[in-house]
């Protein structure tokens, strides 16, 4: 939908301009006197928003816009700054009282002429290198992504929070929250300093952050030098109903209430979208952003494209604003997101915001095969928004969502992963190897330049430890001789209950097949570490399977009790007398220092549960075992309790050393000590559990609500956390390769 508004004309070879009523300049003047282009066609003059004003001229060549820069300087003007990418030149000129930036778009043969009043901004700072640079996904803020630049100060992207966690948590908590971030980042800096905070676009869920800072006691604690945006003007946004900030934050009042009235057992990403009134309304949110924007003594930027930054080698191309999609009505805010391009050393990676089809279009057009990139923030969360043509020329072999991998799989029926084609055809791109997460737990990080994983390939030969997608309750270790070890198997009560039972069991058989490169499985021991419900549901229902007979199972080994060995009400008495077991699979109860052996591969048993004893609670009569391999072990608990991981710790001490552990009970309360798991000092720390699910399953549970799960995530020798995230396989080669393992940032 064009929008026809015009406001000004030429006069006298000069642009004059006849500033809307109700147009937002940020206190800023409107430019004046600027020359007029001669030649092409005219279509009008539109107001850019902030003072500045859009010239948009059709079926032009690159020699006008080489004879309009001559103009320019016979009126006085200067060269501030040039750019050429693709076949699309951009130009800067000022004089002291007006920024001129003219650019030819070759594939439209067209000319944008943009006018400011003139500020001055700085284009490069110094080189420095006092620290390595990296790209850094927060674990606070799951909208929010980080540049630590060479010379250890940060480019900040967007920063904001979904509205229901906006409403659910303190604001000044997690803003807090955010400065010990940075401020680790920084080397515990006392003062954090940003280069530059860049605001893709006016939503509140990326510039909540800033928009909020001044207001909080931490806003001393940060020095920010340049704040890079563009919010079109308001007449060219559809909405026109204006949202005051009191009336924002009596948005936030009313979700917090919903939210409190909802309860824990309400689904999460119902809140959302089933509030009885509306909870995103962003319609002059831009105007409240530029409003917050003035309190920091910091340059105000509005972006245009074709502008150029070296931030201490960093740089950054900006490649689209809502100026290039001029004259438009924007119906959707997030057609407005910049796109911008930042290299370190030769590679490239894209920020997208929250971009749209339009410009999407726009930069497959304007850029073509130079959109290719070594890395590149997904678009709109991984909900769909950026188009496959889009997606397809960038490439790219990591990918940044901001988003949790629980948001992206499950934000509602109409979003995340295995919900929209291009988000779930992106996550499986063949040139992807690996993914980052804000998954608001640890701050997953790539370091500049971005160094491509290069790791042998995957042989049928090889050891491998893999998480399930299916089931969080479940690994696999894959044995040389191509049989699968399979440890746990189950689902917590709820998702047992809301999601189809076949589509589960069937795939975790899909999951087996691609280990084994076969649709005939052989597994040499399905491994329950207790009788809970939890972790033998998939033996409970796969007799009723039709992959049943593609299956083989040596033997299950599981500590089987009666039901008066443990105090209190006990699940799942007399598990040997369970239907599975009847005809198709033998049962192994081993004891404690029995030895198992698989191939080239045994497992010593460091503990079982006696029939003869009585036991406080189901967690006490877990099976610990340790797999080895080549010398490097594998450390099974299963539901261990902290009494338990004691007497362990007491009984083996160094010898529990292993390179990877599962962390028992799934990281809630009573998972075992943090001194057994610093005897352990496992490289790989394995959850059965969603990261989701680890931090917010109850109060009472999950990391930063238990003291121990929170120390043991934190322990100094754990490389990598690896969780059941219901979303990618993770495969890791045992004994384990460095180059698997994060890095600590």
């Given at each position: 939908?064009?929008q ?24 800023r ?10 030649g ?23 020699a006008?816009?080489e ?6 300087m ?9 750019n ?31 006018a ?23 674990s ?7 540049v630590r630049?060479?010379?250890?100060t940060?480019?900040?992207i ?8 906006w ?15 940075m401020?680790?980042?920084?080397g515990?800096a ?23 800072l ?21 007449n060219?946004?559809?909405?026109t ?11 936030d009042?009313n ?6 009235k ?25 105007k409240?952003c530029r ?17 150029h ?5 960093v740089?950054?191309?900006v ?5 290039d999609?001029m004259p ?46 070594d ?25 940044f ?12 029926s109409?979003?995340?992963?295995g ?11 063949d ?25 042998p390939?995957?042989?049928?030969s ?25 440890i ?18 069937r ?6 097949c691609?280990?084994?490169g ?10 329950i570490?207790?009788?809970?419900a ?56 081993p ?21 003869n ?26 539901d ?54 680890f ?11 238990t003291?121990?799960a ?36």
């Amino acid at each position: 939908m064009m929008q026809d508004k015009l406001i000004g004309h030429i006069e006298n070879d000069v642009y004059r301009i006849t500033a809307p009523q109700g147009d937002i300049s940020n206190n800023r003047p409107w430019a004046q006197d600027v020359p007029a282009f001669d030649g092409s066609s005219y279509q009008g003059i539109y107001s850019g928003g902030d003072g500045s004003f859009i010239v948009c001229i059709d079926h032009a060549t690159l020699a006008e816009i080489e004879r309009y820069t001559q103009k320019l300087m016979q009126c006085g003007y200067r060269k501030f700054a040039e750019n050429k990418i693709a076949s699309n030149r951009f130009f800067t000129y000022e004089n002291g009282f007006n920024l001129v930036y003219c650019y030819y778009i070759a594939y439209t043969q067209s000319i944008k002429i943009i006018a400011e009043p003139f500020y001055p901004y700085i284009t490069a700072t110094p080189r420095q290198t006092l620290s390595r640079p990296a790209i850094i996904a927060s674990s606070v803020c799951d909208r929010n992504f980080y540049v630590r630049l060479p010379d250890n100060t940060l480019l900040v992207i967007d920063g904001g929070w979904r509205i229901e966690d906006w409403c659910l948590y303190d604001h000044a908590e997690l803003i807090h929250k955010m400065y010990l971030e940075m401020s680790q980042i920084l080397g515990n800096a006392q003062t954090i300093h940003v280069s530059m905070w860049l605001i893709t676009h006016a939503h509140t869920d990326h510039a909540r952050v800033l928009e909020t800072l001044y207001q909080t006691d931490w806003s001393a604690a940060f020095q920010i030098d340049q704040i890079l945006y563009n919010f079109p003007a308001p007449n060219h946004i559809a909405n026109t109903d204006e949202a005051t900030a009191e009336q924002i934050a009596q948005m936030d009042r009313n979700i917090r209430t919903w939210h409190a009235k909802a309860g824990v057992s309400f689904p999460y990403e119902r809140i959302f979208y089933n509030c009885p009134f509306r909870v995103y309304d962003t319609s002059h949110y831009e105007k409240v952003c530029r409003h917050a924007f003035m309190q920091y003594p910091a340059t105000q930027i509005k972006a245009h494209t074709g502008m150029h930054f070296d931030l201490s080698g960093v740089t950054l191309d900006v490649l689209h604003t809502p100026d290039d999609d001029m004259p438009t009505l924007f119906n959707n805010f997030n057609n407005t997101s910049l796109v911008v391009r930042m290299t370190y050393q030769g590679s490239p990676m894209l920020w997208l915001g929250d971009m749209g089809e339009l410009p999407s279009d726009s930069c497959v057009k304007m850029y073509g095969n130079l959109l290719k990139c070594d890395c590149m923030q997904v678009s709109h969360h991984g909900w769909g928004a950026a188009t496959p043509e889009f997606y397809a020329l960038a490439r790219p072999s990591i990918l940044f969502w901001n988003n949790s991998e629980f948001g992206f799989k499950h934000a509602d029926s109409h979003q995340g992963y295995g919900k929209t084609k291009t988000s779930t055809d992106l996550y499986h791109m063949d040139c992807v190897v690996k993914n980052y997460f804000c998954n608001r737990i640890h701050m997953s990080h790539a370091y500049l330049p971005v160094q491509i994983p290069e790791l042998p390939p995957f042989k049928m030969s090889d050891f491998i430890i893999a998480s399930s997608t299916v089931s969080d309750r479940t690994y696999y270790l894959r044995l040389p001789n191509s049989q699968l070890i399979v440890i746990g198997g189950g689902w917590r009560d709820e998702d047992w209950a809301q999601y189809d039972h076949d589509a589960l069991l069937r795939g975790m058989y899909h999951e087996m097949c691609a280990l084994v490169g076969s649709s005939n499985v052989t597994i040499a021991a399905f491994l329950i570490p207790n009788q809970s419900a939890d972790y033998h549901r998939f033996l409970d229902a796969l007799p009723g399977t039709d992959f049943l007979n593609h299956l083989q199972i040596n033997s299950v080994i599981c500590s089987s009790l009666p039901a008066h060995c443990i105090k209190g009400t006990f699940p799942t008495a007399d598990f040997q007398k369970k239907p599975c077991f009847s005809k198709r699979f033998s049962l192994c109860s081993p004891r404690t220092g029995d030895v198992l052996h698989f191939g080239n591969v045994q497992a010593h048993v460091l503990y079982a549960p006696n029939a003869n004893s009585q036991y406080n609670s189901i967690g006490d009569t877990s099976l610990v075992v340790r797999f080895v391999y080549q010398g490097k072990g594998i450390l099974i608990t299963g539901d261990m309790t902290d009494s338990l991981s004691e007497q362990l710790l007491s009984q083996y001490g160094s010898h529990l050393r292993s390179d990877v552990v599962q962390i028992a009970n799934h990281g809630w309360n009573n998972c075992g000590s943090v001194q057994f798991y610093q005897a352990v000092a496992a490289q790989l720390q394995l959850w059965t559990n969603s990261e989701y699910g680890f931090q917010f399953f109850r109060k009472d549970e999950g990391y930063q609500k238990t003291l121990a799960a929170t120390a043991i995530y934190h322990l100094s020798t754990c490389r990598q956390n690896v969780f059941c995230d219901q979303v990618s396989m993770q495969r890791f080669h045992f004994p384990l390769e460095a180059a698997e393992l994060q890095q600590d940032v």
